[in-house]
């Protein structure tokens, strides 16, 4: 077995010490001992040994193959958003303020055809099930200084982005550029995306786009809502 096998291991089996021994100190926790208990050294040693724990298990995901990691990305992305990613080789791995992956200079792909560039995505992940890279959760995706390519082959590449499950995640894109062209690929007019944002709006049923732009130097901002129930844009 892998030194990989045995550090996640180990980890699992402490965790499970150190949470027995919090859950019977809470037990025996009130108002009355709360100022006794703070002081007392077990509890001070529970609670260092358990940051640490916590934080080595937060490190987890740096110990896995890259290559691995971004394949399973990958797949979950495409699988999610109908995304084709081209990760690039340049990443880290970050878990504050919640764990993810940092790629720089990225692309999308569609019928094998480069539609952006992206000049930094951060993946974010599930808090739970980073014992195994085979487990990790795609939750939310931030794109930062990307640049769109968009003709009329492709032009509707953002509203149907809207077909995609959103109930536990969300699109970001901010700083970033849409270049419409024509047939011959010449720019007809660049739209500054300043803010815009994919999610789920859970009281009217909804997944809802919501986009700050500016174009020709004027600000101007779109709402679409798909009616999951009707299957309609508004």
């Known amino acids: ?26 037990n025996k926790l009130n108002t009355k001992y709360l100022y006794t208990i ?13 940051i640490v ?15 691995e990691v971004s394949n399973k990305l990958n797949n979950q992305l495409q699988k999610r958003f109908d995304l084709n990613f081209n990760l690039s080789k340049d990443f880290h791995y970050n878990f504050f303020p919640r764990p993810h992956f940092v790629y720089k200079n990225s692309s999308i792909l569609k019928n094998q055809t480069e539609i952006s560039k992206i000049g930094e995505l951060k993946v974010y992940i599930a808090l739970k099930n980073l014992f195994s890279y085979k487990n990790f959760q795609v939750k939310n995706l931030i794109l930062e200084k990307s640049n769109f390519n968009l003709n009329n082959q492709n032009y509707d590449f953002f509203i149907k982005l809207l077909d995609s499950e959103f109930k536990d995640n969300k699109i970001i894109i901010k700083d970033s550029n849409i270049f419409y062209r024509n047939k011959t690929d010449e720019v007809l007019f660049i739209n500054k995306i300043l803010k815009m944002k994919y999610f789920y ?22 709402e679409l809502n798909k009616d999951n129930i009707k299957k309609k844009k508004i």
């Open 201 to 222: 709006d859970n009281k009217n049923l909804q997944n809802k786009l919501v986009s700050e732009n500016e174009l020709f130097n004027l600000p101007y901002s779109i």
């Open 38 to 50: 703070s002081k007392s050294n077990k509890f001070i040693l529970s609670f260092t040994v358990s």
């Open 1 to 26: 077995m892998t030194k990989r096998y045995y550090f996640v291991k180990s980890i699992k089996k402490v965790n499970l010490i150190i949470n027995r021994l919090i859950k019977n100190n809470l």
């Open 53 to 67: 724990l916590f934080l080595s298990y937060l490190s987890i995901p740096n110990i896995y193959d890259h290559t």
